[in-house]
Nanobody
Framework: VQLQASGGGLVQAGGSLRLSCAASGRIFNDYVMGWFRQAPGKEREFVAAIKWGGGSKTYADAVKGRFTISGDKAKNTVYLQMSSLKLEDTAGYYC???????????????????WGQGTQVTVSS
């Protein structure tokens, strides 16, 4: 599976952006699709994940109520709709695919098998 993230950019605080992650191969139902982010000098942190088969979603506390992860099986694409953006949301955003992950392992990047190249999101005041 090859992943291509896009949709990043510069946005004012309070604004919105939608990130996309297109997969070159078929995303099977056993996959979990996740979004992570990494700011300069910080570790990569979990943002959100969706189980491709059942559709259940998990969010980091920092983005709950502001971000929404979704998937389009026909397009093999995962989206991250980001609203009410804050300065602290500034980071490189990465999509990832993990095989048969259990809920307790969704937030650890080490459990994901495939990664996209990242797309930069910069929130300005």
């Amino acid at each position: 599976v090859q992943l291509q993230a896009s949709g990043g950019g510069l946005v004012q605080a309070g604004g919105s952006l939608r990130l996309s992650c297109a997969a070159s191969g078929r995303i099977f139902n056993d996959y979990v699709m996740g979004w992570f982010r990494q700011a300069p000098g910080k570790e990569r942190e979990f943002v959100a994940a969706i189980k491709w088969g059942g559709g259940s979603k998990t969010y980091a506390d920092a983005v709950k109520g502001r971000f929404t992860i979704s998937g389009d099986k026909a397009k093999n694409t995962v989206y991250l709709q980001m609203s009410s953006l804050k300065l602290e949301d500034t980071a490189g955003y990465y999509c990832a695919a993990g095989w048969r992950l259990i809920t307790s392992s969704l937030s650890n990047p080490i459990n994901y098998n495939y990664w996209g190249q990242g797309t930069q999101v910069t929130v300005s005041s």
